[in-house]
């Protein structure tokens, strides 16, 4: 039989390598497309040698061209941490609006089946706790963090309106916090701040009194469950992440322990939008796709921590 043909954009990134590896280990056939401008081929550079991976330098909000038949595009290019899309606003902008237009041109050029990688940032400073699919949310337009929040809900409305007009096989999840190994030190995002700080017993920043919550899936559930949506039916969005909540304050505390860091919190003030809550109602997911988070947060945490020192030394 043919080898499946599978594109990712946004491959060298974070969450985009781990599917890479993925798909390698199904004995699929992999694309993996990036700008490199958040990715990096470090993620990678041990599939490059592999005679199914192909790495593409491109920027998927510029026209796609790819020849041959492709039957899944997993769009995950987009900058995904505030210091990433609040450096490169118009970039993240840009690769929600017309990337997903280029990468949904595509999908309907191949007769391929299109994930979008969507986010929790869809409901804003939620209003309603947990998050289910249906809330609609409650988002800043204007505001700082409006660059990420409304180029992925573009995403999701160009997502179905071709699904409805031009009957294309369309995928979106809703990803909530994750974490695990190849984030990046300079990430942004809470657990590579507060492990990068803990490992060099450096003051711990806490952003806002701590009080706000969380909850956060270990990148290998969360491949799990994007595989599953992929291989659903389900058109319409779908939350992936933990609902187990924990405040700030406390998995910063948990770090500290994990690590052994004589690090103390420092406090910052928090940042224009920054949302009370996050986490996710994952019912549908239960239901449609048999998913639920299996790594417990200290067993991930250890992993990530353990990932962290390596790439320190």
């Given at each position: 039989?043919?080898?499946?043909?599978?594109l990712?954009?946004g491959?060298?990134?974070?969450?985009?390598s781990?599917?890479?590896?993925l798909?390698i280990d199904?004995?699929?056939?992999?694309?993996c497309?990036d700008?490199?401008?958040?990715?990096s081929?470090d993620n990678v550079?041990?599939?490059?040698?592999?005679?199914d991976?192909?790495?593409?330098?491109?920027?998927v909000?510029e026209?796609i061209?790819?020849k041959?038949?492709?039957?899944?595009?997993?769009?995950?290019a987009?900058?995904?941490?505030?210091?990433d899309?609040l450096?490169?606003?118009?970039?993240?902008?840009k690769v929600?609006?017309?990337?997903?237009?280029?990468a949904?041109?595509?999908a309907?050029t191949?007769g391929a089946v299109?994930?979008?990688?969507?986010?929790?940032?869809?409901?804003?400073?939620?209003?309603?706790?947990?998050?289910?699919?249906t809330?609609?949310g409650n988002?800043?337009?204007?505001?700082?963090?409006?660059?990420y929040d409304?180029?992925?809900?573009?995403?999701?409305?160009?997502?179905?309106?071709?699904?409805?007009?031009h009957?294309?096989?369309?995928?979106?999840?809703?990803?909530f916090?994750?974490?695990?190994?190849?984030?990046r030190?300079?990430?942004?995002r809470?657990?590579?701040?507060?492990?990068g700080q803990a490992?060099?017993?450096?003051?711990?920043?806490?952003y806002?009194?701590?009080?706000?919550?969380?909850s956060?899936?270990?990148?290998?559930?969360?491949?799990?469950?994007?595989?599953r949506?992929?291989?659903?039916r389900e058109?319409?969005p779908?939350?992936i992440g933990?609902?187990?909540?924990m405040?700030?304050?406390?998995?910063?505390r948990t770090?500290?322990?994990?690590?052994?860091s004589?690090?103390k919190?420092?406090h910052?003030?928090l940042?224009?939008?920054?949302?009370?809550?996050?986490?996710?109602?994952?019912s549908?997911?239960?239901?449609i796709l048999?998913?639920?988070p299996q790594?417990?947060?200290?067993?991930?945490?250890l992993k990530?921590i353990e990932?962290?020192q390596?790439?320190?030394?």
């Amino acid at each position: 039989m043919m080898k499946k043909r599978v594109l990712i954009t946004g491959g060298a990134g974070f969450i985009g390598s781990h599917l890479c590896d993925l798909f390698i280990d199904k004995g699929c056939k992999v694309v993996c497309m990036d700008n490199l401008i958040t990715g990096s081929l470090d993620n990678v550079r041990h599939l490059i040698k592999d005679e199914d991976f192909e790495f593409i330098k491109h920027d998927v909000s510029e026209h796609i061209d790819l020849k041959g038949r492709l039957e899944y595009i997993l769009h995950f290019a987009s900058p995904a941490s505030p210091i990433d899309y609040l450096r490169y606003p118009i970039q993240t902008l840009k690769v929600g609006s017309l990337g997903t237009h280029n990468a949904l041109g595509l999908a309907k050029t191949k007769g391929a089946v299109i994930l979008l990688a969507s986010t929790s940032e869809v409901y804003g400073d939620p209003l309603l706790n947990p998050q289910p699919e249906t809330y609609w949310g409650n988002v800043n337009p204007v505001g700082p963090r409006g660059v990420y929040d409304e180029a992925k809900r573009f995403a999701e409305a160009i997502m179905m309106a071709y699904h409805r007009t031009h009957k294309v096989d369309t995928r979106i999840v809703r990803i909530f916090n994750t974490y695990g190994e190849r984030m990046r030190a300079n990430d942004g995002r809470a657990i590579p701040n507060f492990i990068g700080q803990a490992i060099r017993n450096k003051p711990i920043t806490m952003y806002g009194n701590g009080r706000q919550t969380r909850s956060f899936c270990y990148v290998s559930d969360l491949v799990d469950g994007l595989y599953r949506l992929l291989m659903s039916r389900e058109t319409g969005p779908v939350n992936i992440g933990n609902p187990d909540e924990m405040s700030l304050r406390e998995l910063a505390r948990t770090v500290i322990k994990l690590t052994g860091s004589k690090s103390k919190i420092v406090h910052e003030p928090l940042p224009e939008d920054d949302p009370k809550v996050r986490r996710p109602n994952i019912s549908k997911a239960r239901r449609i796709l048999k998913w639920k988070p299996q790594v417990k947060l200290e067993v991930g945490l250890l992993k990530t921590i353990e990932y962290f020192q390596k790439s320190a030394r």
